[in-house]
């Protein structure tokens, strides 16, 4: 009986390709992480539309709890099937699972599920910019340099380390 002809190891990828995979795999992590948050948070059934905590970025901090109703509104007004975002974003983090547990890995199928999933998050990021943006403009000037104020010591307590929380985004 012959010996099996032993493995010969395949050629090892390149740094850069492995570091650039790793790269790609973990902001595709951060975006799944952030869905599967606000699915938990919401466990039982179809996820809400519109969400009800928006993330806002860099002007969250100045927000009151007036212009984050407001702003859910402006969402909801938009006529956005949210829900069906929720789901694609769903199935396609059980696509992710599937493609990271194939054997042999696809290197384009992992591609492809994350240019959906990064699709789908940048056109949200951009329908936010642009409801905050029509927000904005719509404000008296008073209101104006009030919520810049309050961006400001949003940022300087951020940087300092504040541990006083009492201006966390409101909970409905």
Do not use: C
Not at 97 to 107: S, V
Not at 145 to 157: C, G, I, P, V, Y
């Amino acid at each position: 009986m012959t010996e099996p002809a032993p493995k010969t190891p395949s050629p090892p990828r390149s740094r850069r390709l492995r570091w650039l995979l790793i790269a790609s795999l973990t902001l595709n992590l951060l975006i799944v992480g952030v869905v599967a948050g606000v699915a938990l948070r919401h466990a039982g059934g179809d996820l809400p539309a519109p969400p009800r905590s928006i993330g806002f970025g860099p002007w969250a901090g100045g927000l009151e709890r007036s212009d984050y109703k407001a702003l859910r509104e402006a969402f909801a007004a938009t006529g956005r099937d949210f829900r069906a975002d929720w789901r694609a974003d769903r199935a396609d983090r059980d696509a992710l699972l599937t493609a990271l547990r194939a054997d042999p890995f696809e290197a384009a199928a992992l591609d492809a599920i994350t240019a959906r999933m990064n699709a789908r998050a940048t056109d949200r990021m951009v329908l936010g910019e642009h409801l905050i943006r029509e927000h904005i403009l719509a404000m008296t000037p008073e209101q104006r340099h009030a919520f810049a104020d309050r961006l400001e010591r949003s940022r300087k307590h951020g940087r300092e380390g504040d541990k006083d929380r009492s201006r966390e985004r409101p909970k409905d």
